[in-house]
């Protein structure tokens, strides 16, 4: 993707930059919540495992995402969207397509969102 840690195509410019420009870029996550933009095969699996169960209608259909932390024990993820928003999926591990609402998802618009939505959850 890219040459000299530089976008090689406009395109790729454009999603290059566009990623991680959210409230969550910075955000340090805890309990329940456990980071994994460090943990790039367990992000991967969760990602690959949530676009699986994403389908036409669902809100983060046909969006470039990436999980970036996750609940333990419980089946939420966090992700990061390419077009700036992050939201919090409870996903179904049914490893097919769901329909809508499922997996169900909330947009959080800041990290006091998240932190309210944790309280009210957890």
Known sequence: ???????????E?????RRRVTWAQDYTFSNPLRDVRGEAAEAEQLRSELLRELSPGHV????DLQVIARALPQ????VETADQRV???HMTWSGHA????WPTTEIL??????QNTLEFRY
């Not at 993707?1 to 395109?11: E, L, V």
């Open 1 to 11: 993707m890219t040459i000299g840690d530089k976008p090689a195509s406009a395109a």
């Open 13 to 17: 410019c454009v999603s290059f930059y």
């Open 60 to 63: 983060l259909h046909g969006i």
């Open 75 to 78: 089946d939420k993820v966090v």
């Open 87 to 89: 939201a919090l999926v």
């Open 98 to 101: 769901e329909s809508p609402p």
């Open 109 to 114: 618009d800041s990290a006091e969102h998240l």
